[in-house]
C-alpha cells in the first residue's frame, strides 16, 4: 500500500501546556494520537506514555518478538488486530499504575491508533479522538465516540438543536488509565487510491466543521503536509482553546508490480 503521511501537534491559543501526542512510522506502518487530560503536567505524562508504549510495542513485533497477550484473544480478528488491542491494553495498565504517584493521580489518555496489515488498515480508539475517512466527498467517522453526548445521541436521548455541548462531549465515558482494563472499538478499512484518512485530537472537531475540514481535505492545491497545516489553522482560527493533533494518510495509485503482487498475494 503506498501513501503519504503527515502530522502535526500544535498547543492552541489558550492553553499553555500541549497534552496531545502522536506518533508516525511509515516503517512499520503505525499511527497513534494520544490526547491526555489530568492536572498539572499529568495529562502529557499520560499520553507520552501511551504513545511511546504502543510505538514500543510494534517495535517489538517488527522483530517478530510477539508480547504475551493480557486478555484472551478475540478469535474473529487476526493476529495483528488483536495485538493493536494488547498494545492499548498495555498502555492502560501503565497509566493506571503511574496514579500511584500523587502528582499523577486522576491522569488518564484518550488514544486513536491505526496499523496497516497488507490491504487493510485496522483502527482502534478509546475516547473521542476521532478517525475519519473522506473517499468521493463523503466524510464518515471510522473511530467510536466514548463521550456522555455521543451515548446520549446513540439512545436517543439528546437533541443538539444544530449545536454541540461541549460541557456534556467533553466528559468521557472511556479513557486510558481509569480503570484496571479497558474496552477499545476496533475496525478495519479496506482503502482505495484517492482516499483520505484523518486522525484528530478534539482540538480539532471541537473549533471546526466537518464541512470546513472537508472543504481543505478536497483541496487539490495543497499537499498533505499542507492540509495538516490549513487543518491546524482552521482550529485555531475559531478559537483555538485547546490542543490540536492531526494526522493524514492520503492513498496513492501503486505501481504495476505492486498491483501484480497483490493480485496474487505474494510477500
Same mark, same amino acid.
Given at each position: ?95 493506571? +499504575? ?46 467510536? +465516540?466514548?463521550?456522555?453526548?455521543? +451515548? ?57 466543521? +466537518? ?57
Amino acid at each position: 500500500m503506498r501513501l503519504n503521511a503527515a502530522g502535526r501537534s500544535h498547543v492552541g491559543l489558550k492553553r499553555k501546556i500541549n497534552e496531545d501526542r502522536y506518533l508516525i512510522n511509515n516503517t512499520s506502518g503505525l499511527y497513534v494520537i494520544a490526547d491526555g487530560m489530568g492536572g498539572h503536567r499529568a495529562g502529557e505524562v499520560a499520553s507520552r506514555i501511551v504513545v511511546d508504549t504502543i510505538g514500543d510495542y510494534w517495535m517489538k513485533i517488527s522483530r517478530n518478538e510477539y508480547p504475551p497477550f493480557i486478555e484472551p484473544v478475540k478469535e474473529a480478528l487476526p493476529n495483528i488486530a488483536n495485538h493493536l488491542l494488547n498494545a492499548i491494553r498495555l498502555a492502560n495498565i501503565i497509566v493506571y +499504575e503511574a496514579q500511584q504517584k500523587p502528582q499523577y493521580q486522576g491522569m488518564g489518555s484518550t488514544v486513536s491508533a491505526l496499523v496497516i496489515d497488507k490491504n487493510r488498515i485496522w483502527s482502534a480508539n478509546v475516547g473521542d479522538t476521532r478517525i475519519y475517512l473522506l473517499r468521493q466527498d463523503s466524510l464518515k467517522t471510522v473511530s467510536e +465516540e466514548h463521550s456522555i453526548e455521543a +451515548e446520549q445521541k446513540n439512545l436517543g436521548l439528546y437533541k443538539s438543536h444544530g449545536s454541540t455541548n461541549p460541557f456534556i462531549k467533553n466528559l468521557l465515558t472511556r479513557a486510558l488509565g481509569l480503570n484496571e482494563k479497558v474496552d477499545a472499538f476496533v475496525t478495519f478499512i479496506e482503502p482505495v487510491p484517492g482516499d483520505m484518512i484523518l486522525m484528530c485530537s478534539d482540538g480539532l472537531t471541537n473549533f471546526t466543521t +466537518e464541512s470546513a475540514i472537508k472543504s481543505i481535505l478536497n483541496d487539490p492545491s495543497f499537499s498533505t503536509d499542507d492540509k495538516v497545516n490549513e487543518l491546524i489553522n482552521a482550529a485555531n482560527n475559531g478559537g483555538g482553546g485547546d490542543n490540536t493533533t492531526v494526522i493524514l494518510l492520503e492513498i496513492l495509485k501503486e505501481g504495476r508490480w505492486n498491483r501484480l503482487k497483490n493480485s496474487l498475494k505474494l510477500q
